[in-house]
């Protein structure tokens, strides 16, 4: 059974960095790219950055230059390092492991961890 | 900048079908953009619906069906039932590994 496992999620300074860590189980972690997905309260769903299975870093405009997405295949997880925060970074974040890219590529995120809270305030 | 639009919000009978739709603001969606499709309640995390425009996530019933209507990329409930009272909301792959979701549709079964 594939589980994630965020932490790291916490109250933070506007301007302040925090380190968020996935943590992968149930399938062979190095085959799959791996994203980060938010929430902020009572709004939708945005992606924020996806690593895939080469190590290539894909990121949002709207966290571009101050987000680090990076893996650990020996650890099995995969972290996002949030710098220079703002009040509008305040979200649940989610992991999620994006489809299996074999002889084809899919697409979409297949599976979601439960989230942790990020809030950046005073 | 890109939008994806969906329907803010959409009502449907218990027992009945509705179909949600997934657009560019500017441009058509085709198969191409792998569209995919979440659903989610309130304080869960999303649940993976369809993916590929028409493929199921594994456990999905076939009362959802995702298909191209038009220039959108279109979810549909067939046989709602009240626990399909959700978000749902729609993903397009973008290339060069970007993803936008769309806003969201809010469902309500009565």
Do not use: H
Not at chain 1, 12 to 29: E, K, M
Not at chain 2, 46 to 66: A, W
Not at chain 2, 86 to 98: N, R, T
Request: positive net charge; charged residues 15%.
């Amino acid at each position: 059974e594939v589980q994630l496992l965020e932490s790291g999620g916490g109250l933070v300074q506007p301007g302040g960095s925090l380190r968020l860590s996935c943590a992968a189980s149930g399938f062979i972690f190095s085959s799959y790219g791996m994203s980060w997905v938010r929430q902020a309260p009572g709004k939708g769903l945005e992606w924020v950055s996806l690593i895939n299975s080469g190590s290539r870093t894909f990121y949002a405009d709207s966290v571009k230059g101050r987000f680090t997405i990076s893996r650990d295949n020996s650890k099995n997880t995969v972290d996002l390092q949030m710098n220079s925060l703002r009040a509008e970074d305040t979200a649940v974040y989610y992991c999620a492991r994006r489809g299996p890219c074999a002889s084809v590529c899919t697409y979409y995120f297949e599976s979601w961890g439960q989230g942790t809270l990020v809030t950046v305030s005073p | 900048q890109t939008v994806v639009t969906q329907e803010p919000s959409f009502s449907v009978s218990p027992g009945g079908t509705v179909t949600l739709t997934c657009g560019l603001r500017s441009g058509s969606v085709s198969s191409s953009y792998y569209p995919s499709w979440y659903q989610q309640t309130p304080g869960q995390a999303p649940r993976t619906l369809i993916y590929n425009t028409n493929t199921r996530s594994s456990g999905v019933p076939d009362r959802f069906f995702g298909s191209i209507l038009g220039n959108k990329a279109a979810l549909t409930i067939t046989g709602a039932q009240a626990d399909d009272e959700s978000v749902y909301y729609c993903v397009l792959f973008m290339g060069s590994g970007i993803s936008l979701f769309g806003g969201g549709t809010k469902l309500t079964v009565l």
